[in-house]
């Protein structure tokens, strides 16, 4: 079965310094990993996603994320952080069932950011 | 762009009530799911559907039902709500397998 553990359930930083929210992943094959936002009250939205291509993938908003199969993870950097980044972030792996396509959740990164 | 709608923002049932959530989608997606979301759990998927009149459980599907009968519409029914099942429910859908989700704004349901 598929699972996914984020490393921190808060994570803190200043206005224009790089941010990191770390997830390692667990999977029988080849896995699909995706990050996703969610601002207050509102609802999931895709990060980035990786389906086997290029290991560094880069997504919206100045986010990206490198899977390294060696150590099972997936994390998400960003150079520099904006106070519209403060949100809450789920690492997702899908579970690879054909047909409807499962994804299973981490538990969530709340990021802060500091003026 | 996709856009997955759901009925309510917020709904306030009492113990014991039949509640129906509705979802809507205007992508012609095969896949549907609902979840709920509770804080430090993450998300946990409860039924998902890969076509119209099919459904399959999700990871905790006690407590609630599911009914598809039309591609884009994707109905969460709570027979007999209980307060354990006040949460926020979030519906999603996918073009198909490999493709990521699209989610919709969340209903938060609370049960007196």
């Known amino acids: 079965a598929q699972s996914v553990t984020q490393l921190d359930s808060h994570v803190s930083v200043s206005e224009g310094t790089p941010v990191l929210l770390r997830c390692n992943y667990s999977?029988?094959?080849?896995?699909?990993l995706f990050w996703y936002v969610q601002h207050p009250n509102k609802g999931l939205q895709l990060l980035l996603k990786?389906?086997?291509?290029?290991?560094l993938v880069k997504g919206i908003n100045g986010f990206e994320a490198e899977f390294k199969k060696s150590e099972t993870s997936f994390h998400l950097t960003k150079p520099s952080a904006h106070m519209s980044d403060a949100a809450e972030y789920f690492c997702?792996?899908?579970?690879?069932?054909?047909?409807?396509?499962?994804?299973?959740f981490g538990q969530g990164t709340r990021l802060t950011i500091n003026p | 762009d996709v856009k997955v709608t759901q009925s309510s923002r917020y709904l306030v049932k009492r113990t014991g009530e039949k509640v129906f959530l509705e979802c809507v989608q205007d992508?012609?997606?095969?896949?549907m799911f609902w979840y709920r979301q509770d804080p430090g759990l993450g998300l946990r998927l409860i039924y998902f559907s890969y076509d119209v009149k099919m459904k399959e459980k999700g990871d905790i599907p006690e407590g609630y039902s599911v009914s598809r009968e039309k591609k884009e519409r994707f109905s969460l029914i709570l027979e007999s709500a209980s307060t354990n099942q006040t949460s926020m429910y979030l519906c999603?859908?996918?073009?198909?397998?490999?493709?990521?989700?699209?989610f919709g704004p969340g209903t938060r349901l609370t049960v007196t």
């Open positions: 992508m012609d997606h095969e896949n």
């Open positions: 999977s029988s094959y080849s896995p699909s």
């Open positions: 997702v792996v899908s579970d690879g069932v054909q047909g409807a396509q499962k994804l299973v």
């Open positions: 999603a859908s996918s073009l198909g397998s490999g493709n990521e989700q699209y």
């Open positions: 990786y389906t086997s291509a290029a290991t």
